[in-house]
């Protein structure tokens, strides 16, 4: 058996409300979906690179064209099959992690469909439920951001992110903490701080905070870990997570307590899986993070969360949190207060539905050897 083709395509999906971050506000999310077909079975992966380089360097353009030009052809050309292949081959390319991890994404799901498994059974996963919880972007003021909190702890969410920058920190805190006192709850700057701003970040101690995630740029590591030495809160790091090296970097230089894990962000599956076990090994706890994944990207997150050192709660939620027409059925759903299943049919275990990918397609190709 050989690949026989691999499609990708660009999609674009309406969120049911605007995302902000401390760099932009976005009201739909672009991203590539990325097909390898075996022997009449697909895979399915998303690249979860965004329209704009301001998460991360990558972009869905950018990642369409190395992926085309590079990545597809040497999985023709040197015969690769299996996920772990494609891993250890691909990595003579440096950068261009989502692009990567999109790809292989898929060749495990295909992996998963072929042996019958569910993917959680293929990494060795220990749990069926997973903790989930919702990361609430910036709003125009204060009580719409309050209110929206409470929504969702009305639909059942136990841990709940706000999205911080300059003058949305302390006060967005505050109010939240002093309507829901006893809620699980935690920050995310996406590196809009510097050093200079210490004093102000320390602030958030006050809050019990369950962590601060990336207060500063991707590559300071050095500064998270002054902040570090002066808060009680755990920092936690997710844009500077891109490899194990640079995880092994952030935890001996004490720059976090806590990692973020995202399969994209980190290149695929296998460098995951390494930076786990790292983490697991130093007794350092890891979350599964998000990038507004379609059902497609979230399924494959709910099952490497269910992995053993996926200790707090995830920014994974329910489809309707994200889309009213997610591209999987059935929707991804609260199994009960605060908890998401891990989908139980093989590979993936939801099923993109291909009518819905259509209509949300602005361009497509097809590739063979
Ligand atoms: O920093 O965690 C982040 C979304 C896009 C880019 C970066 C981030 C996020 C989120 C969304 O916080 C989490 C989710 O998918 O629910
Ligand atoms: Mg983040």
Redesign the pocket.
Known sequence: MTIERIEMALLKLPYVHFFE?SFSREYDRTFIIARVYEDGVCGYGEVVAEEAPL?SGETTEGAWHVLKTFFIPMVFAEGIMEPADYAAKVKRFRGNLMAKGGLELAFWDLKAKKAGVPLAKLYGGVRDEIEAGV?CGIEDSIPELVDRVGAFIGEGYRRI?LKIKHGWDVEACAAVREKYPDILLQV?A?GAYSLADKEQLKKLDAFKLLLVEQPFPPYDLWDHHKLQKEMTTPLCL?ESILSLETTRAAIEMGSCRIVNIKVGRVGGPAEMRKIHDYCEAQGVPVWC?????SGIGRAHNLHIASLPNFKLPH?L?ASRRYYKEDLIDPFIELSGPGRIRVPEGPGIGVNPVEGRIRRATLKQEVFRK
């Open positions: 971050t998460y990361s992110k995310d996406n997710d993070g998000g990038m507004l994944e920014d939620s």
